[in-house]
């Protein structure tokens, strides 16, 4: 018998990536899906490679405690999980959660879903926040030299527009974004709080959205405390990563169009100053993927005891 996994939030980007997942999973099934635009819709008229006559539906939270499912994944903007959250404990119910929102990533009575760095500690968990998209790339650039840190982190980061989700704005308009580079949340982003409370560090993050549709990369400025050669560090991120299918090693800088419609994120470009003292690491990862359907669904593999990379295609692109 297949698990079943609910889905609230299904026509967002995010939503749709982890949908066509999950259709694909072997040890899954969708047990409903849930859009207010969508309602009444069938879902294979939407998503290419889905079998069958499953249809949107429009489930307030009181509705969605009331399907049946084994796990659910809230997909929507921040500020939007407690209430589904609340309507769960409310009447006792007790299905993995995934939120995919910043809503509990600071919550310490909730499992914290980077596997590569927390998966130690995942066992028994079922309410699990999905880490952020920079704050990924932005941990695996900076947590294999984090106890060799000096002073504040600076990461400067650029994304394509998906990442602004589907609600009009300018950050997510193609022509305003055409031969454009437009910053936003330079102080205070929701991805610094993240990474800073994770690592234990100052961070200062700068994002900024390009004309591109799907990729984020990030150029991370770390001061050391002592010096190190240029083979010492490569050597140490080689190391840190070794076996984590989803992380690649480069020597040479990632370039997001590498990375984009990819499941795995990229660590390269390591540059040092004279001094060996000032190290600069660029990390790439699709926003969508890596950055967020990918990782929840390593979570929920892991919540429900099957190999963690199960369901998620290790080589080209999604399918």
Known sequence: MKTKIGIVGARGHVGSELTRLLAAHPRFELAYVSSRERAGQRLADHEVGYQGELRYASLASAE????????????????MAKEYVAAFDDIGGDPVIVDLSSDYR??????????????????????IANPGCYATAMQLAIAPVCELLDGSVQCFGVSGYSGAGTTPSDRKDPAKLRDNLIPYALTGHVHEREVAH?????????????????????????????PLSLAAVVQRYRDRYAGEPLVRVLDV????????????????????SSDGRRLVVVATLDNLLKGAATQALQNLNRAFGIDEFTGIPLQGATP
């Open 253 to 272: 800088a990632p370039w997001v169009s590498n990375v984009a419609g990819k499941h795995h994120a990229e660590v390269g470009g390591f540059t040092l």
């Open 198 to 226: 994770r690592l234990g560090l100052v961070v200062e993050f700068m994002p900024h959205v390009a004309p591109h549709f799907r990729g984020l990369t990030i150029t991370a400025n770390l001061h050391l405390s002592r």
């Open 64 to 79: 969605v405690v009331r399907e049946s499912a084994d796990a659910v994944v809230l997909a929507l903007p921040n500020g």
């Open 106 to 127: 600071f919550d310490d009575d909730w499992y914290y879903g980077l596997p590569e760095f927390t998966r130690s500690h995942a066992a028994g968990h079922k309410r």
